[in-house]
């Protein structure tokens, strides 16, 4: 059975760092994991996904050049770098699993609770 359960969330300042972490179980070669995110009267957005497989990864053009995902195989989570936060980041991150590698949400068939971020100016 797959579990994904987020942590990491948090309040920053503008400018500063958070790194949100997936616990993953019952993952296999297969599945993509992905981060989305939805702030308040949003559609929820995007952010970046990679393989669970590890490899090559893939960040919307927002977050580009300040986000980074990547795989702790010792931990098995799929983590979030963020930088230089903006308050536009603000929203509850969400890990998801599909087997799809794909930016839609509709593909990504396990979602954990989500972790709330919040970017004060």
């Known amino acids: 059975q797959v579990q994904l359960v987020e942590s990491g969330g948090g309040l920053v300042q503008a400018g500063g760092s958070l790194r949100l972490s997936c616990a993953t179980s019952?993952?296999?070669?297969?599945?993509?994991v992905g981060w989305f995110r939805q702030a308040p009267g949003k559609e929820r957005e995007f952010v970046a996904r990679?393989?669970?497989?590890?490899?090559?990864?893939y960040v919307a053009d927002s977050v580009k050049g300040r986000f980074t995902i990547s795989k702790d195989n010792a931990k098995n989570t799929v983590d979030l770098q963020m930088n230089s936060l903006k308050p536009e980041d603000a929203a509850v991150y969400y890990c998801?699993?599909?087997?799809?590698?794909?930016?839609?949400?509709?593909?990504?068939?396990?979602w954990g609770q989500g972790t709330q971020v919040t970017v004060s100016s």
């Open positions: 990679m393989p669970w497989s590890g490899g090559s990864t």
């Open positions: 998801a699993a599909g087997f799809r590698a794909t930016t839609r949400s509709t593909e990504y068939a396990y």
């Open positions: 019952g993952l296999t070669f297969y599945y993509n």
